[in-house]
DNA sequence: CGGAGCCATACCCTGGAGGTATCATGGAGC
DNA sequence: GCTCCATGATACCTCCAGGGTATGGCTCCG
């Protein structure tokens, strides 16, 4: 499959009619109806529903132009990106970080960063793992995980460790408590995030286990606002890292358990033993200054 | 451009050296040079600095194949999407919203359809004029923005008049109390969004210029995000709906305003005259349900 | 029932993608 | 400083697939 065939497709989904689409795209009928048919076939889906007056789209070529537009106008922005990037020869500098640190400080260096004038911001979530590689293959500069992974490659430094907190539905028996794990081990358990396996959730059974605790799990879920919405639903409770209770919602209140040293780590890892480019140096003191924050319980 | 160069330069950017990359794609190497060429040419920008040992990545390289990853990846997931989407049967529903209505009750609207089994739910950010045209096209299905639009296919609902409320910096002078839109006007004012036009921002310049309130704009921003940034940073104050107060930040407070009649609507947009089909309904209830809680002060 | 509108099929033609052979270049090793 | 080798660039050829033309077949409409 070829761009040209997205390009044919929406404007055959847009005109839905292929004399008229072929017109518009400066070509003849019979090859637009061959790129069409060369397309479904190769997506493995009826797009359109053929009548003898005109086409229709079918729920799946619905599907499928909504998303081949915003495939285009991405392949778009990123050429015209590409060339200011270009020409203003400012520099790209990548960061990767797990869903859970992102709730926090972590928008604050973004938001720093992206104020400078010669560095061009590229984010990516990437679990801890695959930021290693990222990192190695200079996909990124810099990665923000919850578990240390050894490589020889890349050094790790441990930010600060997170308490946990439990998220409870309002009115709760034990929201305005301090519980401890066996007291919460009493309720069903909204795991997250379900999927990539290792993670948070892991943890949090593990915690559980350690301590002899059964626990029932009620449902999984694979991001924190599905997690959210079905504790605020009262199907279940959950653990999340301290940062996550900046994600204020009705329904949910969030409280410190008793047990001490449950925590969770925010790590940094970056290439080891590689100069630190200008960039580099301004994110450092711009961490330096939220991590000394986060520990004197100031914010800025 | 055809994603054949975009898959060939991904190879590339990995291999950082053209006879394996060419390899690895089981072609030779000169076509293989030929066509990263062609792209370069296409995109205007140099992607490698060439060397006899091998290449590198310019940072304009690094951005492209960031994106360009992020680009194929998306390709196959729509791919693979629609063909699971063309097998199970299930229909598309497609809903348009402005930002600025997504952070109270809607994402209930859409966590909820997204569990029924026979729907695929795609998301479209569209501001409120895209919205009439998406709906004609049938991208989309609902809209919701914050204006009324007259077209004659496309029918529209008030569900509710939202308040408005001041987002101060902690500390501001009039953090506690509620202010009136004369005492505001006394600080600079953080607008937003700044682009497009027409916009929340000009209904909160016209609020003060009709009560004769001249007002300093000390910054413009384009995404709340900036704009609460702005506030914490104590460049200004701004109005937001008061939905955006379910994003609470460090930093900022809330207050309501003491003027009476300062609202913003939330208006629903359909096509007109057409038969709701099932999902449609499911929809409608679910709506009508968000629409009366919020009524009633009442919350899921 | 005939015509208009539309998509599909059959067949041809040509541009460009890919192949082979070879050159140009610069760093490594002696 | 010379040679060798790895690597990318260039030149030229081949052939296939994308696009064109002609036409058939199906529906809907008057």
New interface residues.
Partial sequence: ????HLRYFCMVA?ELNLTRAAAKLHMAQPPLSRQIKQLES??????FERSARGLR????G??????????LD??DT??A???R???S????F?IGFVPSVFYGQL?LLV?ELRQKDNV?L?L?ELTTVQQVKALK???IDLGFGRMRIDDPDVEQENLFDEPLMAALPEGHPLADTKPTLAQLAEYPLVLFPAQPRPSLADMTLGLFRRRGLKVTVAQEANEL??AL?LV??EIGITLVPEQVK??????IVYVYLADPGLTSPVICSRRKGEAPSPIMQEANAILEVLVENRRSGR??
Same sequence: chains 1, 2.
């Fill in positions: 499959m070829e761009l040209r847009e190769e997506v493995g889906a009826e797009l789209l079918t729920p799946a619905q599907f499928f132009h909504e998303h081949t537009l915003q495939i991405k392949v990123t050429i990106a590409t060339q990037l270009a020409r020869k400012r520099v790209m990548g928008p938001r061009e590229v990516a293959s200079g996909r606002q599905t919405a605020a639903s900046r994600v204020q919602r009705d329904g914010y800025p």
